[in-house]
């Protein structure tokens, strides 16, 4: 076997194995949050990229960040900001993927967007749509620290995690009702409000930055089997929770 | 996703409070409401420690539907709460529906209401109650009624922040009531979290305070969560906050 087949068939490996994870919490006491939040973590792997996230649209008016492989503020941003200009945006308004594989030579095309992913280290860009017949859902967002030219396999594949995203939210394939839909997606939306806020208040409590208030909550709801959401809602409530995951920041 | 749409529901509220010279109040979100998704019913209760779910306003017959799930404790408005997401009921005679609320949904049916819209006032972990939305015509809202009813469950949601939290912290407040695009941004929630903590209150209180010190300073709600998030700015127990 040479060297490129080998890759592919370790890769291949990988994302059965991604498919199979995302299967199964997709079962066993599912949660939305939870699963985005995998889901953004193995776009990272798979995808060959240095970032991704998840942005679901409001009914309301705005494209909103509900999952992220990484809570560095500065990428926060970066997915935030499309509510005004930027791929996503794009992504969601037309129904299609959204590629650019160099942000410096097409500045003008999102001229905010494209100065602050400039400064956040990111040089390429992509978004493809969650797409559930001829509804748009929101789009998973993808960054790349290198220019580069876009595979059509990743893109596939990357539009293949972006279904499985839309499964995960909308709970099931056969769903027919708009507004089963509408339940489904402003859950999700008050689920990561409510891990911001368990975040604020974990972060206070133990003076630490924000985006390791996440990862402990993060590594907490992990290790103990249970829900992201779960555990925010405890952090909320003063619960002893938050002086055992104070302490493993601590040690 | 239309946020001049949404714009134009907040400014009806707006409007309407203007004209009678008063701040916006649950009665007139219900009103508004009704008439704006043609509406026989519309009402609001609240999320109570002890009831679980308190009747606090109505328009038309809606009252009716509330003591009901007071009284046979279930209905779309409950699980709305409980569940933390909306609950929309198109036929509330179908079968899958009577099996749901085997007492609630055939008394509503005998009420006269055929269809029911429950939208919790949900802000993250702040959660302060319920809008319901019921029609005696069976049918679904469209995508566009049911994002106007997310936008008048967020006006219900703030009117009633506001009362909840002391009236020293609400005071700063501005009369006019809009939802920003800021609340979409993680910064915000984040930043209620840590104030709740510096000030030693609730979230909504902390909320409420953030959207107040905004206010009095002319600035977004944003900047001033970005302050609260990178440590520049802190709220301490009392009213007066130290930069």
Request: aromatic share 6%; net charge negative.
């Amino acid at each position: 076997m040479n060297l490129e087949m080998k890759v592919k068939t370790v890769l291949n490996r990988r994302t059965a194995q991604t498919f199979v994870e995302l299967a199964d919490t997709l079962v066993v006491g599912f949660d939305v949050i939870d699963f985005l939040q995998t889901l953004a973590e193995r776009c990272v792997d798979l995808l060959d990229v240095d970032a991704a996230g998840i942005l679901l649209a409001d009914p309301r008016g705005s494209l909103t960040l509900v999952a992220a492989s990484t809570e560095q503020a500065r990428l926060l941003e970066l997915f935030q900001l499309q509510d005004e200009e930027g791929p996503c945006l794009d992504c969601y308004y037309s129904g299609q993927p959204v590629t650019c594989s160099d942000l410096a030579a097409h500045p003008q095309q999102w001229p905010r967007f494209a100065a602050e992913a400039h400064r956040a280290g990111f040089a390429a860009v992509q978004a493809f749509p969650l797409r559930l017949r001829d509804q748009v859902l929101g789009a998973m967002n993808l960054f790349s620290a290198t220019t580069k030219a876009a595979s059509l396999d990743h893109a596939s594949l990357a539009q293949a995690l972006a279904d499985v995203a839309t499964i995960g939210i909308t709970h099931e394939r056969t769903l027919r009702q708009h507004q089963l839909v509408t339940e489904q997606l402003q859950h999700a939306l008050n689920s990561r409000i409510v891990i911001e806020q368990a975040s604020g208040t974990l972060a206070e409590r133990g003076q630490i930055p924000i985006a390791e208030a996440f990862a402990l909550l993060r590594a907490y709801a992990r290790n103990h089997n249970q829900r992201l959401s779960a555990v925010a809602r405890q952090v909320i409530n003063q619960d002893a929770v938050v002086a055992e995951l104070l302490t493993s920041a601590s040690s | 996703m239309d946020r001049q749409r949404s714009a134009a529901v907040w400014a009806a509220i707006n409007d309407h409070a203007r004209a009678g010279g008063a701040p916006v109040s649950i009665e007139a979100v219900c009103l508004i409401c009704a008439r704006t998704l043609r509406a026989q019913g519309v009402s609001v209760a609240l999320s109570d420690r002890l009831m679980g779910y308190e009747p606090v306003c109505a328009s038309g017959g809606a009252y009716r539907l509330m003591d009901l799930q007071v009284t046979l404790g279930e209905g779309p408005g409950r699980d709305a709460l409980t569940g933390d997401r909306p609950v929309l009921v198109g036929d509330l005679a179908e079968d899958g529906t009577r099996r749901r609320w085997p007492m609630f949904a055939p008394a509503a049916v005998q009420a006269g209401v055929r269809a029911i819209f429950a939208f919790p006032l949900l802000l993250g972990a702040i959660s302060v109650g319920v809008l319901e939305i019921s029609r005696t015509e069976e049918g679904w809202l469209t995508p566009q009624q049911a994002a106007d009813a997310l936008v008048f469950a967020d006006a219900a949601l703030l009117v009633q922040v506001r009362q909840l939290a002391s009236p020293d912290a609400a005071a700063g407040e501005p009369k006019e009531l809009r939802w920003g695009t800021a609340e979409r941004w993680a910064q915000v929630h984040q930043a209620t979290g840590m104030v709740a903590i510096q000030s030693g209150t609730d979230l909504s209180a902390a909320f409420v305070r953030l959207r107040a010190h905004a206010f009095a300073d002319e600035r977004s709600l944003l900047e001033v969560a970005r302050d609260v998030v990178a440590r520049r700015l802190r709220f301490g127990p009392d009213r007066d906050e130290a930069d």
